[in-house]
T-cell receptor, first 119, second 114 residues
């Protein structure tokens, strides 16, 4: 059972370009979470999605950032017109549907992250 | 909403010293608690977790943590650290039984001197 897969591992974009980060959750997981880790800082929650639904996007910047988790395929975090301040590590986590495996079914498993560098 | 405080931003120890990293949370209900470790340039790895039952939780690599409900704390301990424990440690919390997102502390950088 493969873990949470994120790609690419490293992404370099010029200012003004678009960045697309992909996350394939663990098999059987229907909840996806995106976090951002800025240099010298902890992980900050960005968005929580279920299939075809955004549950909580309270941590997403109001502009340029969007996320989706379609019925088929990976979850995508999209950053338009990137700026230097977007340079960070972006981590995805997934969990199973709450209740399907008891309390412990809600444990989140993390991917290896995508390190975005904006030059 | 829940929040997590890690009071020590940077801890420096010599090998074989004992370690205790503080973690306090605030939330009005029952919680699940986690400690993650991040080695330089690496992703997050789960050290240990508390869902219910025995408040003393043992994790990987000789780490343990104790959930003290009355103090809203979940401190991480290791009796004897090694140079390879040099990493950043994050405490995290979420409402129990919920699929809601984790809330992380700001992290503690541990440096172990050989």
């Amino acid at each position: 059972n493969a873990g949470v897969m994120q790609n690419p591992r490293h992404l370099v974009r010029r200012r003004g370009q678009e960045a697309r980060l992909r996350c394939s959750p663990m098999k059987g997981h229907s909840h996806v979470y995106w976090y951002r880790q800025l240099p010298e800082e902890g992980l900050k929650f960005m968005v929580y999605l279920q299939k075809e639904n955004i549950i909580d996007e309270s941590g997403m910047p109001k502009e340029r950032f969007s996320a989706e988790f379609p019925k088929e395929g990976p979850s995508i975090l999209r950053i338009q017109q990137v700026v230097r301040g977007d340079s960070a590590a972006y981590f995805c986590a997934s969990s199973a549907m709450a209740g399907s495996r008891g309390v412990e079914g809600t444990e989140a498993f993390f991917g290896q992250g995508t390190r975005l560098t904006v030059v | 909403a829940q929040s997590v405080s890690q009071h020590n931003h940077h801890v420096i120890l010599s090998e074989a010293a004992s370690l205790e990293l503080g973690c306090n949370y605030s939330y009005g209900g029952t919680v699940n608690l986690f400690w993650y470790v991040q080695y330089p340039g690496q992703h997050l790895q789960l050290l240990l977790k508390y869902f219910s039952g025995d408040p003393l939780v043992k994790g990987i690599k000789g780490f343990e943590a104790e959930f003290i409900k009355s103090k809203f704390s979940f401190n991480l301990r290791k009796p004897s650290v090694q140079w390879s424990d040099t990493a950043e440690y994050f405490c995290a919390v979420k409402p129990s039984g919920s699929a809601r997102q984790l809330t992380f502390g700001s992290g503690t950088q541990l440096t172990v001197l050989p």
